[in-house]
């Protein structure tokens, strides 16, 4: 089955950091646009990074505002992989969080494939 499956979460403590991984069954992601998306209890579920494909956007990436300087998005060497390192973390990154894969970048969930949504993991930023 095409899914991706997203891991790493965990509970943190404020300025902590972690690395979420984006990781699919036997095929390689180098082709696809990768977000990374989170949605906190009560809320919107939004666009927190995004990896071009390196085919069409050379790999360029991009970032909320909320995280930019704080979170990286990059590629692992295996192409099956994305990886989310997140730093200084604050409590209201706490949500789970979710990858996706797509044509190309964009910060709506519903430009990206629905079939690659996976069940998302849980980043609790607590003292």
């Known amino acids: 089955q095409l899914q991706l499956v997203e891991s790493g979460g965990d509970l943190v403590q404020p300025g902590g950091s972690l690395r979420l991984s984006c990781a699919s069954s036997?095929?390689?992601?180098?082709?696809?646009?990768i977000g990374w998306f989170r949605q906190a209890p009560g809320k919107e579920r939004e666009g927190v990074s995004c990896?071009?494909?390196?085919?069409?956007?050379?790999?360029?990436?991009d970032y909320a505002d909320s995280v930019k300087g704080r979170f990286t998005i990059s590629r692992g060497n295996a192409k099956n992989t994305v990886y989310l390192q997140m730093s200084s973390l604050k409590p209201e990154d706490t949500a789970v969080y979710y990858c996706a894969a797509g044509r190309s970048c964009s910060t709506s969930s519903d430009n990206y494939y629905r079939w690659s949504w996976g069940q998302g993991t849980q980043v609790t930023v607590s003292s």
């Open positions: 036997g095929f390689t992601l180098d082709y696809y646009a």
């Open positions: 990896i071009g494909g390196i085919g069409t956007s050379g790999g360029s990436t």
